[in-house]
């Protein structure tokens, strides 16, 4: 068959097809433009979900009625300026739209309405697109409080291309995935005010932050992410070899079952990246069960030509020149921050703990006889019962803390983080009064967090220890494989495992981490050439020595039901303060749960 040109329309409905395939996303290209024209408030409203209508209204720079026609126009663009010799630098986006596709794409499959009244223009002009036929510009009036800016409305989506509606999903479904795309552009600008109005409701009203780095973008971020967020995150701000990371990341102890609460960012634009969610596992690795995540917002900014923004026609994936600088920035400096959080633990445990609590129900005609009785005993009068403590329980004599002075009093140790130990209950849990609360320590994944943790730092300081094959072993691997491999042989030898060429995609094993025992040697060198593949570092035999750390920290910590002094209850306690990450155990648990006086009080009507 013949070759043939597509006729224009086609041509537009295929770049609407790629670029808009569902409301969320033309919603996303249509707030892009708004940020690219500097708008300072962004309001949207939609209508079913997006399909019925879509207006987003800005206060930028506008659009000048000269310019109208060319904003309808394909690949027509104010983001990219050519050089003399007529070539555009496409490694050099400093903008989140540049490909001058998202009007004429809406256009091509909805009726579009654009409104704008430039900087400085005396008067607002529109123009009108429905199903790609393009009408005259216009004179209009303009309602917007702002003196500048554009309105763009958007009707009957996808009722040029009918056949793209059978595959969206329910209006509930649309609405919920448009108002995650305003959520998380507007995380990434706190500095923007935006609104957004879903059948009629007013859905999210977010002012702008006059402090859009720090205490501004945690408040909008709390705003968006919940109340609990802000308590619960340590702020980070690092940068390596000219790419900065800042944000703020979820303590360990803080986690959700998906990734959909990882929020992160480049340069301003909202993307989902396999390398930085894969950085952000590898610093939570040791911290978090397997089936739980962390809440973070991560943003990274670095110049914009070490990063392609031009993969994806949605723009939501990345490639970065440096890929592995990124990563180990991400690693590093989320490691560092955990690691100053020491044994802090997430809020969010003690509300469970207080949320499982509940008094008797039958229990307010008794305390009301109770008052009654109690207002009527005289001072002096009152006999207290002796004391009980049942055969799992035992009262812990307080210690002062280790290297402390002789002369300091269990009074003293109480104002230590975590307090000083009152009692160890079923041998298990050890029970310990702060200055305004009560903490219970779960002992055996407190001290198994201390001996992994441990022991790590020995990995650290003294290397890995390796042990001799009897017989070396020769793992057959294809060429490329191999050569990545013995490119990183010196790097592996550190880690414990040395590795010689054998010919031709052939790679032989001398020994092994002793720390592994018996070690599948084919298994590991494919798990590692992958890796090197991937990410250009051996980190399948770093977690799986930590695994191993952990396995046998696990087994030779402190157990369930061991009865502990008051001395070593204290002990633990005072090592657990000054331990990174002994917040949780190496499973992903707490250790501890920390209960104010102020909370318990409630419980009991005090308060």
Same mark, same amino acid.
């Given at each position: 068959?013949?070759?043939?040109?597509?006729?224009?329309?086609?041509? *537009?409905?295929?770049?609407?097809?790629?670029?808009?395939?569902?409301?969320?996303?033309?919603?996303?290209?249509?707030?892009?433009?708004?940020?690219?024209?500097?708008?300072?408030?962004?309001?949207?409203?939609?209508?079913?979900?997006?399909?019925?209508?879509?207006?987003?209204?800005?206060?930028? %720079?506008?659009?000048?009625?000269?310019?109208?026609?060319?904003?309808?126009?394909?690949?027509?663009?104010?983001?990219?300026?050519?050089?003399?010799?007529?070539?555009?630098?496409?490694? *050099?986006?400093?903008?989140?739209?540049?490909?001058?596709?998202?009007?004429?794409?809406?256009?091509?499959?909805?009726?579009?309405?654009?409104? @704008?009244?430039?900087?400085?223009?005396?008067?607002?002009?529109? /123009?009108?697109?429905?199903?790609?036929?393009?009408?005259?510009?216009?004179?209009?009036?303009?309602?917007?409080?702002?003196?500048?800016?554009?309105?763009?409305?958007?009707? #009957?989506?996808?009722?040029?291309?009918?056949?793209?509606?059978?595959?969206?999903?329910?209006?509930?479904?649309?609405?919920?995935? $448009?108002?995650?795309?305003?959520?998380?552009?507007?995380?990434?600008?706190?500095?923007?005010?935006?609104?957004?109005? %879903?059948?009629?409701?007013?859905?999210?009203?977010?002012?702008?932050?006059?402090?859009?780095?720090?205490?501004?973008?945690?408040?909008?971020?709390?705003? /968006?992410?919940?109340?609990?967020?802000?308590?619960?995150?340590?702020?980070?701000?690092?940068? &390596?070899?000219?790419? &900065?990371?800042?944000?703020?990341?979820?303590?360990?102890?803080?986690?959700?079952?998906?990734?959909? +609460?990882?929020?992160?960012?480049?340069?301003? &634009?909202?993307?989902?990246?396999?390398? /930085?969610?894969?950085?952000?596992?590898?610093?939570?690795? #040791?911290?978090?069960?397997?089936?739980? +995540?962390?809440?973070?917002?991560?943003?990274?900014?670095?110049? %914009?030509?070490?990063?392609?923004?031009?993969?994806?026609?949605?723009?939501?994936?990345?490639?970065?020149?440096?890929?592995? *600088?990124?990563?180990?920035?991400?690693?590093?400096?989320?490691?560092?921050?955990?690691?100053?959080?020491?044994?802090?633990?997430?809020?969010?445990?003690?509300?469970?703990?207080?949320?499982?609590?509940?008094?008797?129900?039958?229990?307010?005609?008794?305390?009301?006889?109770?008052?009654?009785?109690? @207002?009527?005993?005289?001072?002096?009068?009152?006999?207290?019962?002796? $004391?009980?403590?049942?055969?799992? @329980?035992? !009262?812990?004599?307080?210690?002062?803390?280790?290297?402390?002075?002789?002369?300091?009093?269990?009074?003293?140790?109480?104002?230590?983080?975590?307090?000083?130990?009152?009692?160890?209950?079923?041998?298990?849990?050890?029970?310990?009064?702060?200055?305004?609360?009560?903490?219970?320590?779960?002992?055996?994944?407190?001290?198994?967090?201390?001996?992994?943790?441990?022991?790590?730092?020995?990995?650290? *300081?003294?290397?890995?220890?390796?042990?001799?094959?009897?017989?070396?072993?020769?793992?057959?691997?294809?060429?490329?494989?191999?050569?990545?491999? !013995?490119?990183? $042989?010196?790097?592996?030898?550190?880690?414990?495992?040395?590795?010689?060429?054998?010919?031709?995609?052939?790679?032989?094993?001398?020994?092994?981490?002793?720390?592994?025992?018996?070690?599948?040697?084919?298994?590991?060198?494919?798990?590692?050439?992958? #890796? /090197?593949?991937?990410?250009?570092?051996?980190?399948?035999?770093?977690?799986?020595?930590?695994?191993? %750390?952990?396995?046998?920290?696990?087994?030779?910590?402190?157990?369930?039901?061991?009865?502990?002094?008051?001395?070593?209850?204290?002990?633990?306690?005072?090592?657990?303060?000054?331990?990174?990450?002994?917040?949780?155990?190496?499973?992903?648990?707490?250790?501890?749960?920390?209960?104010?006086?102020?909370? !318990?009080?409630?419980?009991?009507?005090?308060?």
């Amino acid at each position: 068959m013949p070759i043939r040109r597509l006729p224009p329309e086609a041509v *537009n409905r295929i770049a609407a097809g790629e670029v808009i395939e569902r409301p969320a996303a033309a919603i996303k290209e249509l707030i892009e433009n708004a940020l690219d024209a500097g708008a300072q408030r962004i309001d949207v409203t939609i209508e079913r979900g997006g399909v019925g209508r879509i207006i987003v209204e800005d206060d930028g %720079c506008g659009i000048p009625h000269a310019e109208l026609p060319l904003a309808v126009e394909r690949h027509a663009t104010s983001k990219l300026t050519a050089e003399e010799s007529g070539a555009v630098d496409l490694l *050099n986006i400093a903008t989140l739209g540049f490909r001058g596709e998202a009007l004429p794409s809406i256009g091509s499959a909805a009726r579009l309405s654009i409104v @704008s009244k430039a900087r400085g223009a005396d008067a607002a002009f529109g /123009i009108d697109v429905e199903g790609g036929a393009v009408s005259a510009v216009r004179p209009a009036p303009w309602a917007s409080l702002s003196a500048h800016g554009a309105r763009i409305d958007v009707r #009957d989506l996808f009722y040029a291309t009918p056949a793209r509606l059978k595959f969206l999903k329910s209006d509930r479904a649309e609405t919920m995935a $448009a108002a995650d795309i305003v959520k998380r552009l507007a995380m990434a600008r706190a500095d923007v005010a935006f609104s957004l109005t %879903c059948d009629g409701r007013a859905s999210l009203r977010l002012h702008q932050e006059s402090d859009p780095y720090h205490e501004g973008r945690k408040r909008r971020l709390a705003a /968006i992410l919940g109340a609990d967020f802000a308590p619960n995150a340590i702020e980070l701000d690092r940068e &390596r070899n000219g790419a &900065r990371l800042s944000g703020f990341a979820g303590l360990p102890t803080y986690h959700r079952g998906t990734r959909e +609460h990882q929020h992160l960012f480049v340069n301003g &634009r909202p993307v989902k990246d396999k390398l /930085i969610v894969g950085a952000v596992r590898a610093a939570y690795q #040791d911290l978090l069960a397997r089936d739980r +995540h962390p809440v973070a917002a991560l943003f990274i900014d670095l110049p %914009c030509e070490d990063v392609d923004v031009n993969v994806h026609p949605a723009k939501t994936e990345v490639r970065f020149r440096d890929a592995q *600088n990124v990563r180990g920035l991400i690693v590093g400096a989320l490691t560092h921050a955990l690691a100053g959080a020491g044994h802090r633990a997430a809020t969010t445990t003690a509300a469970s703990a207080l949320a499982s609590l509940r008094p008797y129900e039958n229990a307010q005609p008794a305390l009301r006889a109770w008052h009654a009785a109690e @207002s009527a005993i005289a001072p002096g009068d009152f006999v207290w019962p002796s $004391a009980r403590v049942d055969a799992g @329980s035992q !009262i812990a004599q307080p210690a002062a803390a280790p290297h402390a002075a002789p002369q300091e009093s269990s009074e003293d140790v109480q104002y230590f983080p975590l307090g000083a130990a009152r009692a160890q209950l079923h041998e298990t849990y050890i029970v310990a009064q702060t200055e305004d609360g009560i903490v219970i320590v779960d002992q055996h994944a407190a001290h198994e967090r201390l001996v992994y943790e441990r022991m790590k730092t020995m990995l650290a *300081n003294g290397g890995v220890g390796r042990q001799g094959l009897l017989i070396p072993d020769v793992v057959t691997l294809d060429d490329a494989e191999a050569e990545r491999l !013995i490119a990183r $042989a010196d790097e592996l030898r550190e880690l414990g495992l040395v590795i010689e060429p054998f010919g031709a995609g052939a790679v032989l094993v001398r020994e092994t981490p002793a720390l592994l025992g018996q070690v599948d040697a084919a298994g590991l060198l494919r798990d590692l050439a992958d #890796d /090197i593949a991937e990410l250009g570092d051996a980190h399948a035999l770093k977690e799986r020595l930590e695994a191993v %750390c952990s396995s046998m920290a696990c087994r030779g910590s402190v157990r369930a039901g061991r009865r502990l002094t008051g001395e070593e209850m204290n002990a633990l306690l005072r090592q657990m303060e000054a331990t990174p990450f002994s917040g949780q155990c190496n499973h992903g648990r707490p250790t501890y749960v920390e209960l104010k006086l102020a909370d !318990i009080e409630k419980l009991f009507g005090r308060r």
